[in-house]
C-alpha cells in the first residue's frame, strides 16, 4: 500500500485518467467506505477477506485518478485508523509514512505505475500514539480498456517484529569485529559493515559501489580472480592475504549464496604473530634436539679424542656462530690439551700445565659452567686471566667443565670472535652438549690408550726398519683392519742371505686380533730362523706348516717367501694360499706370476709348488695381503687389475710415494676395512758382471794351488791386494776339504760387493761342522780359523750339491 509522489499532490498523477472518472466512483466503491471489509471480496464471496483478518494480513484498492485508497479492517487496523473517521483518501495514508521513508516510497510506486508492474516495499508508519511500525506492502498496477494505468490493489501486513530481529542481527553483523561484505550478481555491494568499510576504503557507505572501483581490491594480485572463481563455484573457499595498506594479514572466506557472494575476513596478524613465535619456538627446540641428536650420532661414531675434537668443531661450533675450541683433559694435575680449532700454537703451549685456581679453569672445582659475554665481562670475573685474553684474540667464552659419573674429566671451551651474549636455552644446550662431549671423550680416552699399547705391540712384531742391501731397496706399509684397535696378524719381512741374495717374505694370519698376533710373531719369528739356514723356499714353507699345524685347527696362515738374486737376476718363489707377486718392469709392463700357488699353511701338504721369476735390473717386486685387494667394493680380480694400472704409473716413482699411492687408492679413508693389509716393494739391482768371478777347480790336489792363483790375480783386478793373503788361506781350506771328504765338480766364486763373498761349491750335500780338536790332534781346525778369519761363513744346498761360503769386510778407501 502505497503513495507516489503525482499522487499526493493531485488525482492526475497518472496518465491517461479523466476528471470524470475521478469525480463520481463507481456505486460499490462508495458501499466500501461502510463497508470495507466486503468492498473488494471478488464476486461477493466473503471468505477469502475473512482469511485476511485471520492472519493480519490487510488488503487495499488505490484508484489513481480520484487519489480514493480502499482499505479493509486489518489495513486500518496496520495504520492505526479509526474505521469510522477513515475518509478514504489517499493522504490520509501518506501522513502515517515515516518521514524518512517518504521519497523511497514514492519513488517506487512511480516506477511501478510507470511500468505497469509488480509494487513491493518495505517501509515505517507512525502511530498517533508516537510508536513506530514496519509494513511489508505487496501489489501491482491494473491498466483500463485503454492501457492507461487504472488502479493498484494489494495487500500488507506488519513486520515490526521480524525487523527489529533483522535489525539486531544487522547491527551485531555491522558492528562485529569480523568483517563482512555482500555483493550481488553484478558485484556491487549490497551491505558491508564497519570493518568491511574501513578495510576496503575511507568512506562509510559502500552500498552500490561496484566493488572493483576499490583501489585496494586492485593492488591484492589475484584477489579478484578469486572472487570470481568463488562464485562461479558452490563451495565456500578460504585463504590468507597480507593487506597491502597496513600489511596486516587476514583470513578471506568467499561463500557463494544464490544472489552474488558474501564475503568474510577476520584480522589473523595476532594469531599469526603468535602461530610464528610458537612455531619459532618449535622449530628452536626441534633445533635444539637435533644438534643434540646430531653431536649424539657423530659422537656416537667418534672412536680417537681426536675424533671427538673433530665432531664438536663441526657440530657445535657453526650452529652458534663459534670460532674456537679447546678440549682439555686433566692428567696428573696438569691441564692438557686433546684438540683445539681456531688457536696458535704458542697458545695452546701457554695454557698447558697445572690447573690454575683464578682463571676460568676454576669452574673445575665448582662443576658448573661459565660464560663470559666480552672482554670486560672476562676481566672482571677473572682479572688474574687478563693476559690470555690478548694472547686468545677472543671477546666471549663459554667454559663448560667435562664431568663423567661424577669426575671432572676435563674441560671444553667455544669462543667467539665477537662479543656473543648467549640466551638461556643456549647455555642450557651447552650445558647438556657437554655432557655428551665428557661421556664420548671418556670413552675415546679409553681407546687412545688401548689403541697406543696395540700399536707398540704391532711395532714390535714387525721390522722397525728394513735393512738397506746391495741387491734390494725396499719399503713397506702396514694398514690394521678398521680403526686399528686390533692388533693384526699380517707381517712381511726383508731378510739379508749370503752372496748379496735376499729373502722377501709377506704373510698373513687369518683374522685379527691378539691371538692372530701372537700365532703372527711365532711364525715370523721362525721363519727368520728357518732363513738363516738357507734352506730352499719350498722346505722354509714346509717347516712353517709343521708349526702352523701344531698350533690348533684353527690356524691358518698364508705365506709368500722369495728369494733374489742378483748374481742370476731370478727370484725363487713358493707361496702358500696367497696372491701371486708383481713385477714392474723399467718400461712399465706389469705382470702377475702365473703359478696356481698351494692351500694355507696349516692345511697344506708339502711339497711346496716353486716357481722361477727372471726379474730385470731396476724392476720393483710387489708382495701384498689379501686385505689391499679385496675390500667389499671389489673382489681380489678387480682389485689386482687396478692395483697393475696404478703400478703402470708408479713404476718410476720413489718406493715410498709408490706405498703410499697404492695404500690410498685401493684403501681410501673413507672406507672402512675388513681387514689387515701389508704391503712390501722391493726395487732390485742385479749384480755387475765385472763384480762376480767363477772358476772351474780340478778334482785333485792341483785345484788348492789353482784356487789360490786365481784370487792372487781377481784380487789384484779389483785392488783389494790387502785381502789376497787372508782370502788364499780361506780358499786353501775350503777346497782341501773338498778334495779330501766331498767330490766333484768343485768351483770357485768370488763376489765384490760390500764385503768380499768366498764361494767354494762341490757335488756333496754333506755339511762341515765344526768340532773342538784336542791340541795333540792334527787336524780339524779348519773351520775354526775359518771362523777366526771371516766375518760371517755358512754353507747353503743348491740344486748340484752344496755351497760354503765366507764374508770378509773390504778395507776402508785411502785417503787422497
Known amino acids: 500500500m502505497t503513495g507516489g509522489a503525482g499522487?499526493?499532490?493531485?488525482?492526475?498523477?497518472?496518465?491517461?485518467?479523466?476528471?470524470?472518472?475521478?469525480?463520481?466512483?463507481?456505486?460499490?466503491?462508495?458501499?466500501?467506505?461502510?463497508?470495507?471489509?466486503?468492498?473488494?471480496?471478488?464476486?461477493?464471496?466473503?471468505?477469502?477477506?475473512?482469511?485476511?483478518?485471520?492472519?493480519?494480513?490487510?488488503?487495499?484498492?488505490?484508484?489513481?485518478?480520484?487519489g480514493l485508497l480502499v482499505l479493509d479492517q486489518p489495513s486500518m487496523a496496520l495504520?492505526?485508523?479509526?474505521?469510522?473517521?477513515?475518509?478514504?483518501?489517499?493522504?490520509?495514508?501518506?501522513?502515517?509514512v515515516h518521514s524518512d521513508d517518504i521519497a523511497r516510497v514514492t519513488a517506487e510506486v512511480d516506477m511501478a505505475i510507470s511500468a505497469r508492474g509488480a509494487y513491493q516495499a518495505e517501509y515505517r508508519v507512525c502511530w498517533p500514539d508516537g510508536s513506530t511500525r514496519w509494513l511489508q506492502v505487496r501489489g501491482r498496477v491494473e491498466a483500463?480498456?485503454?492501457?492507461?494505468?487504472?488502479?493498484?490493489?494489494?495487500?500488507?501486513?506488519?513486520?515490526?517484529?521480524?525487523?527489529?530481529?533483522?535489525?539486531?542481527?544487522?547491527?551485531?553483523?555491522?558492528?562485529?569485529?569480523?568483517?563482512?561484505?555482500?555483493?550481488g550478481g553484478d558485484w556491487r555491494v549490497i551491505f558491508a559493515n564497519v570493518e568491511a568499510e574501513r578495510l576496503l576504503t575511507s568512506q562509510h557507505d559502500l552500498t552500490g559501489r561496484l566493488l572493483w572501483d576499490l583501489l585496494v581490491i586492485r593492488r591484492v594480485p589475484g584477489l579478484e580472480a578469486r572472487c570470481r572463481e568463488a562464485a562461479a563455484g558452490t563451495t565456500p573457499i578460504s585463504f590468507d592475504v597480507q593487506w597491502p595498506d597496513t600489511r596486516r594479514w587476514y583470513r578471506f572466506r568467499l561463500v557463494p549464496v544464490s544472489d552474488?557472494?558474501?564475503?568474510?575476513?577476520?584480522?589473523?596478524?595476532?594469531?599469526?604473530?603468535?602461530?610464528?613465535?610458537?612455531?619459532?619456538?618449535?622449530?628452536?627446540?626441534?633445533?635444539?634436539?637435533?644438534?643434540?641428536?646430531?653431536?649424539a650420532s657423530s659422537l656416537a661414531e667418534a672412536v680417537t679424542s681426536l675424533d671427538i675434537v673433530a665432531a664438536v668443531a663441526d657440530r657445535v661450533l657453526p650452529p652458534f656462530g663459534a670460532s674456537g675450541l679447546i678440549i682439555q683433559v686433566i692428567e696428573d694435575g696438569r691441564m692438557r690439551t686433546v684438540g683445539a680449532v681456531g688457536y696458535s700454537q704458542p697458545f695452546l703451549d701457554l695454557i698447558n700445565g697445572p690447573v690454575p685456581d683464578l682463571s676460568p679453569a676454576a669452574v673445575l672445582g665448582r662443576r658448573r659452567p661459565s660464560f663470559a659475554s666480552s672482554v670486560d665481562e672476562f676481566i672482571l670475573h677473572y682479572p688474574a686471566a687478563a693476559d690470555l685474553v690478548a694472547a686468545s684474540g677472543k671477546q666471549a667464552w663459554a667454559y663448560l667443565p667435562l664431568v663423567v659419573s661424577g669426575r671432572v674429566l676435563g674441560l671444553c671451551v667455544i669462543s667467539f670472535d665477537r662479543p656473543r651474549t648467549l640466551t638461556d636455552a643456549e647455555r642450557a644446550l651447552l650445558t647438556t652438549l657437554?655432557?655428551?662431549?665428557?661421556?664420548?671423550?671418556?670413552?675415546?680416552?679409553?681407546?687412545?690408550?688401548?689403541?697406543?699399547?696395540?700399536?707398540?705391540?704391532?711395532?714390535?712384531?714387525?721390522?722397525?726398519?728394513?735393512?738397506?742391501?746391495?741387491?734390494?731397496?725396499?719399503?713397506?706399509?702396514?694398514?690394521?683392519a678398521g680403526r686399528g684397535m686390533d692388533v693384526g696378524g699380517d707381517w712381511y719381512d726383508v731378510i739379508p742371505l749370503s752372496a748379496d741374495r735376499v729373502a722377501l717374505v709377506i704373510g698373513d694370519v687369518m683374522g685379527h686380533g691378539l691371538p692372530e698376533a701372537v700365532v703372527m710373531g711365532r711364525v715370523r719369528t721362525a721363519l727368520q730362523t728357518l732363513s738363516d739356514l738357507e734352506l730352499p723356499p719350498d722346505e722354509v714353507l714346509a717347516h712353517l706348516n709343521d708349526l702352523v699345524c701344531g698350533l690348533g685347527d684353527d690356524s691358518f696362515v698364508t705365506c709368500l717367501y722369495a728369494i733374489y738374486d742378483p748374481t742370476t737376476s731370478s727370484c725363487t718363489v713358493a707361496r702358500a694360499g696367497h696372491p701371486p707377486p708383481a713385477v714392474v718392469c723399467p718400461d712399465g709392463t706389469v705382470r702377475f706370476a702365473q703359478d696356481e700357488g698351494d692351500p694355507p699353511l696349516g692345511v697344506a701338504g708339502p711339497p711346496f709348488e716353486v716357481s722361477e721369476l727372471q726379474i730385470p735390473d731396476g724392476a720393483v717386486l710387489v708382495l701384498y695381503t689379501d686385505g689391499l685387494i679385496d675390500s667389499a667394493s671389489c673382489d681380489p680380480g678387480v682389485g689386482m687389475g687396478r692395483m697393475a694400472g696404478l703400478l703402470r704409473m708408479l713404476q718410476a716413482e720413489g718406493l715410498d710415494?709408490?706405498?703410499?699411492?697404492?695404500?690410498?687408492?685401493?684403501?681410501?679413508?673413507?672406507?672402512?676395512?675388513?681387514?689387515?693389509?701389508?704391503?712390501?716393494?722391493?726395487?732390485?739391482?742385479?749384480?755387475?758382471?765385472?763384480?762376480?768371478?767363477?772358476?772351474?777347480?780340478?778334482?785333485?790336489?792341483?785345484?788348492?794351488?789353482?784356487?789360490?792363483?786365481?784370487?792372487?790375480?781377481?784380487?789384484?783386478?779389483?785392488?783389494?791386494?790387502?785381502?789376497?793373503?787372508?782370502?788364499?788361506?780361506?780358499?786353501?781350506?775350503?777346497?782341501?776339504?773338498?778334495?779330501?771328504?766331498?767330490?766333484?765338480?768343485?768351483?770357485?766364486?768370488?763376489?765384490?760387493?760390500?764385503?768380499?763373498?768366498?764361494?767354494?761349491?762341490?757335488?756333496?750335500?754333506?755339511?762341515?761342522?765344526?768340532?773342538?780338536?784336542?791340541?795333540?790332534?792334527?787336524?780339524?781346525?779348519?773351520l775354526q780359523l775359518i771362523a777366526a778369519l771371516c766375518d760371517r761363513w755358512g754353507t747353503r744346498n743348491v740344486a748340484t750339491g752344496k755351497v760354503i761360503w765366507t764374508e770378509q769386510s773390504l778395507p776402508a778407501p785411502s785417503l787422497p
Open 434 to 480: 657437554s655432557g655428551l662431549i665428557a661421556q664420548a671423550l671418556e670413552r675415546a680416552r679409553l681407546f687412545d690408550a688401548e689403541h697406543a699399547r696395540s700399536q707398540a705391540l704391532q711395532r714390535a712384531l714387525l721390522p722397525r726398519q728394513l735393512p738397506e742391501l746391495p741387491a734390494v731397496t725396499a719399503a713397506a706399509r702396514y694398514l690394521p
Open 657 to 782: 710415494r709408490m706405498c703410499d699411492i697404492l695404500t690410498q687408492a685401493l684403501l681410501p679413508d673413507d672406507q672402512q676395512q675388513g681387514d689387515d693389509a701389508a704391503l712390501l716393494v722391493a726395487r732390485v739391482r742385479a749384480t755387475a758382471p765385472d763384480a762376480v768371478a767363477t772358476w772351474p777347480l780340478p778334482e785333485d790336489p792341483r785345484a788348492a794351488g789353482a784356487a789360490r792363483q786365481h784370487v792372487r790375480d781377481q784380487l789384484a783386478s779389483w785392488h783389494l791386494e790387502e785381502l789376497t793373503m787372508t782370502t788364499e788361506l780361506v780358499v786353501s781350506e775350503l777346497v782341501g776339504n773338498v778334495v779330501r771328504h766331498a767330490r766333484g765338480p768343485c768351483r770357485l766364486r768370488l763376489l765384490r760387493s760390500r764385503s768380499l763373498v768366498c764361494e767354494v761349491f762341490d757335488g756333496s750335500l754333506t755339511t762341515p761342522r765344526p768340532r773342538r780338536a784336542s791340541w795333540t790332534d792334527e787336524g780339524g781346525r779348519g
Open 260 to 295: 552474488g557472494l558474501a564475503w568474510y575476513f577476520t584480522d589473523i596478524t595476532e594469531a599469526r604473530t603468535l602461530q610464528a613465535e610458537q612455531e619459532a619456538a618449535e622449530r628452536r627446540a626441534a633445533e635444539r634436539s637435533a644438534r643434540i641428536q646430531d653431536l
Open 7 to 66: 499522487s499526493a499532490a493531485g488525482p492526475h498523477g497518472a496518465p491517461g485518467v479523466t476528471e470524470n472518472a475521478a469525480a463520481e466512483p463507481p456505486q460499490g466503491l462508495r458501499r466500501t467506505l461502510q463497508e470495507p471489509a466486503q468492498a473488494l471480496v471478488p464476486n461477493g464471496k466473503t471468505g477469502s477477506w475473512d482469511g485476511y483478518q485471520a492472519t493480519g494480513v490487510g488488503a487495499w484498492e488505490w484508484y489513481l485518478a480520484s
Open 144 to 183: 483500463d480498456a485503454a492501457g492507461n494505468p487504472l488502479r493498484m490493489l494489494g495487500t500488507a501486513w506488519d513486520t515490526t517484529q521480524e525487523r527489529t530481529t533483522s535489525d539486531g542481527l544487522r547491527s551485531a553483523l555491522r558492528n562485529m569485529s569480523d568483517g563482512f561484505l555482500s555483493v
Open 79 to 96: 495504520l492505526d485508523l479509526d474505521p469510522d473517521t477513515y475518509d478514504g483518501r489517499i493522504e490520509t495514508w501518506l501522513s502515517r
